[in-house]
């Protein structure tokens, strides 16, 4: 036999044991190792089936930085197993939308992990379509009306202020609110200045001196409490704080509470403007402001003399002689306006003693009122005591 022709001969027995050992190896290797995946696959047909779905959290604020929504299923596959799945939510309004994909995290379970980026949208993002595919490629997808319908949650609101009853908003920058009812979620803000509208007759900012300007986006119904925390510190009297809302351009005195243990003060208003902090002023409000006109000393010298003598008699009740020095205070202090002491720390020293002075005015009539109906009540006594006998 030709040398040619064996060659030919062995190189067909051996392609042929090749074959042989190839086709042998994968039928032990599909009987013994993946026999189970490749007749469930084949056998099949059935998509997974939904068992529940919840995410956390419901409520977010991303304005001070991003959050995540971390999604959970539980499922089931009897046969070939669950393998992924995903989810899409979208904002009710305009349509941004926000998913991920449904990775494996236990036998019969999927996660995913949400991220919502800092200042996204405010507002409500539901579910929009959420699917689930096994390992022999059968998959089932849900609306979120039909996951709604199961009784499954579908939606998670971006803002501080969502739908609700009693919502509780902060406290930011000191100040908590209470809403009695938001019918439509929204975002609040509070932002804070040491100016704005002037103060009424009779009141001082505290030092510093601080407003409070609330807006949202929320719509709700009234009324709303305002509480905000306080310093001590900033006030002479902290008993006499009161807390304004500025309505229709005028303060308007709001306050429900007064809480001088834990430093809070509250009010109820209808409606959102400027706050702020003001307490009655008092003698000693009017004898700081001379301490801090940085006065040639000896004008500072005489209306301190004058000041004291005025507190001294307020505090023996003894409002007249108050007001008979207070007006001779003033009278000085006009007498220096526009010389060693300035046009705007005159009128700022003439208004506040004024103020002060109206204020006897009305301890006056009240002590008067109290006068009468004292006297009355005595004279009826006497008659029914008469009577009797």
């Known amino acids: 036999m030709s040398f040619v022709l064996k060659s030919a001969l062995l190189y067909i027995k051996y392609m042929n044991l090749r074959k042989f050992f190839i086709i042998t190896f994968s039928i032990m290797y599909i009987l013994t190792l993946d026999s189970a995946f490749i007749f469930a696959q084949i056998e099949d047909t059935r998509p997974p089936e939904l068992i529940s779905l919840d995410f956390n959290p419901k409520i977010i604020d991303v ?8 999604v959970t299923v539980t499922t089931q596959d009897d046969i070939s197993g669950i393998d992924q799945g995903f989810i899409a939510f979208a904002h009710t309004t305009i349509g941004t939308q926000r998913g991920g994909t449904l990775g494996v995290s236990s036998p019969n379970s999927l996660s995913a992990e949400i991220f919502i980026p800092q200042f996204s949208p405010v507002g409500i993002y539901r579910i929009i379509i959420m699917g689930l595919f096994d390992k022999a490629g059968n998959h089932t997808e849900f609306t979120g009306n039909q996951l709604q319908s199961l009784g499954f949650p579908v939606e998670f609101f971006n803002g501080n202020t969502p739908l609700g009853q009693n919502v509780m908003v902060g406290p930011i920058n000191k100040v908590t609110l209470n809403f009695s009812t938001v019918t439509v979620g929204g975002q609040t803000t509070i932002a804070s200045s040491s100016s704005g509208p002037t103060p009424p007759s009779g009141f001082k900012l505290g030092n510093p001196p601080v407003y409070y300007n609330i807006s949202t986006t929320a719509q709700f119904n009234p009324p709303v409490q305002v509480c905000i925390s306080y310093s001590d510190t900033q006030f002479k009297n902290e008993k006499n704080l009161k807390l304004f809302h500025f309505e229709n351009g005028a303060w308007v005195d ?21 706050f702020t902090l003001l307490e009655n002023i008092t003698i000693d409000h009017i004898i700081d402001e001379v301490k801090s006109f940085n006065l040639d000393s000896d004008i500072e010298q005489g209306l301190l003399d004058k ?17 008979n020095i207070l007006k001779a205070f003033i009278n000085q202090v006009k007498a220096q306006k526009g010389k060693k002491i300035t046009n705007e720390q005159a009128n700022i020293l ?17 002590s008067l009122f109290k006068l009468i109906l004292l006297d009355w009540l005595n004279k009826f006594t006497k008659a029914f005591l008469f009577i009797e006998r």
């Open 63 to 70: 304005t001070q930085g991003p959050a995540t929504i971390r």
């Open 254 to 274: 709001v306050i429900t509470s007064l809480d001088t243990i834990n430093n809070i003060i509250c009010g109820s208003v209808n409606f959102f403007s400027e």
């Open 307 to 323: 000041l004291v003598a005025a507190k001294s008699a307020i505090e023996r009740n003894q409002n007249k002689t108050a007001t």
């Open 350 to 366: 003439i208004n506040d003693a004024n103020a002060l002075i109206k204020t006897f005015g009305s301890n006056n009539l009240f």
